[in-house]
């Protein structure tokens, strides 16, 4: 078996706290990632972003990381000197953030951001060919009308929109590994599928690795190959995508008894009973 | 009928050369809760910053309440409708502490037990009052939508528009914000316009949804009409399928 793209062991994040204690906010979460997608689900705040962040080398300053391994193809991410670890960012890996707020430029015309992130990776693509691929990319992703998008601001997208120019920056790209951190969760249904099969199409033709944060078990375990379920900074349970309904953690089978349906009960909905047992201290 | 607590008549809205919102025209009875579903971009967003009076260039007839959005100040007019954001990071200022947040619009109404009812409405809302002294950078997303919600109950509007208030939020919490969003709605009598993408969190919250595309109405259901799937129009089915994938 070849060795995976990705490795991490025993990754813990901390942060100092106001009481000059410390917030264990990942606590030795250890996964593998191939060619393949990969979802991580779980509650907010259970780690799932911090895991991402901490693969790109995007923490905050004072955050406090530890790991045994952290590993990128042959890249030992621990002792990568700060160049080499923004360099990756630019190319080799990218990650599309929660928030298209943090991500995009907010005085840039949109279209000028892609055109960038296409020439940052190829200096002798021409301005004009970069242009063109940004009205496909955008077309694909089944943005109306490409050309007056382009002349945008951020700030004059809709929600879904901002969603879609993000994973277009991302995407142009192609990089090896992408981490999308809950990349459409703005995004309707329909126009979901056809994102998603674009990121589908980089796994399997660009060989991409794809770690995809939500807190949409269904949608994860649907698109993804194999589901992470994070709960309290740790891994409680690893699933084959699509058996989700033989989840055996009773905090993933409390997630699945939240959800409403479209024909559903309207009583109140299950919520989820938090047991200290769950977080086991490693 | 009884007068509705929310009017949208003939509502058109142009962004230069866009238009957003086309010829719209919908009505939220009292105690009601309205769903407005539909493609990315089609101008759902919009409706609801159109009624909270964030949006220049617009025309048509807006009533909460019997109060014509065109001729109250907007200050009065936050007494009867708030908004919930779809983006939970624009509406905390990020130097800003939790607890201050949430009393600002209770402070500039001159309103009593600002404190107190902020850690209320942190109890309400399922964090607790330890969150007040915390700031939106060390919030999570999920933890800074619920204190958007809040914040939106502190003047304790008729009226609550909603845009995507769940879909920054896990499963778990989602359902308690849901549930929490009900009882309101019961116990307080409020209203409620929703912008959703997910059909499923619609249909159990909404009374009644508006499908819409490309700016315009595509046609409004009833719960029932959703549930019998009594639809008329072939992109409220495509909507339909790719939900239930
Ligand atoms: N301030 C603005 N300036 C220019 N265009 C705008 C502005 N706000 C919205 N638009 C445009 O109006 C249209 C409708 O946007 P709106 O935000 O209402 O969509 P939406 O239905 O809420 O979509 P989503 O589901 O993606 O959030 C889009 O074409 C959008 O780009
Ligand atoms: N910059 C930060 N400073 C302090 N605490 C943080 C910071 N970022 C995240 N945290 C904390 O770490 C935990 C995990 O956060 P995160 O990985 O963002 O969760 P999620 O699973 O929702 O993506 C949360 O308790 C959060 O409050
Ligand atoms: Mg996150
Ligand atoms: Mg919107």
Not at chain 2, 190 to 200: G, K, T, Y
Not at chain 2, 205 to 233: I, S, Y
Request: hydrophobic fraction near 45%.
């Amino acid at each position: 078996m070849t060795r995976p793209l990705v490795e991490i062991q025993n990754l813990r994040i901390a942060f100092p706290t106001e009481d000059g204690s410390l917030h264990e906010a990942v606590r030795g979460v250890s996964f593998t990632l191939g060619r393949e997608k990969l979802g991580m689900v779980g509650e907010s705040g259970s780690g799932k972003s911090l895991s991402g962040r901490a693969l790109l080398g995007v923490l905050p300053d004072y955050a406090r990381m530890q790991a045994d391994v952290l590993r990128f193809d042959d890249i030992d991410l621990l002792e990568a000197p700060r160049g080499t670890r923004r360099k990756l960012r630019g190319g080799r890996m990218g990650m599309i953030l929660q928030d298209p707020k943090f991500s995009l430029n907010p005085v840039m015309r949109v279209g000028e951001q892609i055109v960038e992130a296409i020439r940052i990776g190829d200096r002798r693509i021409s301005r004009d060919a970069a242009r063109r691929t940004t009205l496909d990319i955008l077309a694909t992703m089944h943005i109306r009308d490409p050309e007056q998008v382009f002349d945008r601001y951020p700030h004059e997208l809709s929600g879904g929109m901002g969603q879609r120019v993000m994973i277009a920056m991302m995407v142009v790209r192609e990089p090896d590994l992408l981490i999308a951190d809950e990349p459409t969760s703005a995004l309707d249904v329909t126009v979901q599928l056809q994102v998603l099969s674009i990121l589908d199409e980089l796994v399997t033709r660009r060989q991409m690795g794809l770690i995809f944060i939500s807190h949409d078990l269904q949608l994860v375990s649907r698109f993804c190959d194999r589901v992470l379920v994070m709960y309290a900074g740790q891994i409680v349970e690893t699933l084959v995508a699509g058996r989700l309904n033989e989840a055996r953690h009773p905090y993933t089978r409390g997630l699945l008894a939240c959800l409403p349906t479209i024909d559903g009960p309207l009583e109140p909905l299950a919520i989820l009973q938090r047991q200290a047992d769950w977080a086991t201290q490693l | 009928m009884t007068r509705p607590i929310l009017s949208v008549e003939n509502l058109t809205v142009r962004f230069g050369a866009t238009t957003a919102v086309d010829n719209v025209s919908f009505a939220v009875a009292p105690g009601e809760s309205f769903g407005l579903v539909g493609e990315s971009g089609s101008g759902k967003s919009t409706i609801l910053r159109t009624i909270m009076g964030l949006v220049g260039d617009w025309s048509g007839t807006v009533q909460v309440d019997g109060l014509e959005a065109a001729k109250t100040p907007r200050r009065q007019f936050a007494q009867h409708v708030q908004m919930v954001f779809q983006d939970p990071y624009a509406s905390l200022h990020p130097r800003h502490q939790i607890g201050r947040a949430i009393a600002e619009p209770m402070r500039i109404h001159g309103l009593p037990n600002a404190e107190a009812r902020t850690m209320e409405l942190l109890d309400l809302i399922g964090l607790g009052s330890k969150f007040a002294y915390r700031y939106p950078h060390e919030l999570s997303g999920g933890q800074r939508q619920r204190v958007a919600i809040a914040r939106a109950l502190a003047l304790s509007p008729k009226l609550l528009l909603l845009d995507e208030p769940t879909s920054a939020l896990d499963v778990s919490i989602q359902a308690e914000i849901l549930n929490l969003l009900n009882r309101l709605r019961q116990e307080l009598g409020l209203s409620f316009a929703i912008v959703s993408h997910n059909l499923a969190v619609v249909s159990y919250m909404c009374d009644r949804l508006m499908v819409m595309q490309h700016a315009k109405v595509v046609e409004t259901l009833t719960r029932e009409q959703l549930r019998n799937r009594d639809l008329n129009e072939a992109y409220t089915r495509d909507f339909l399928a790719a939900s239930a994938l």
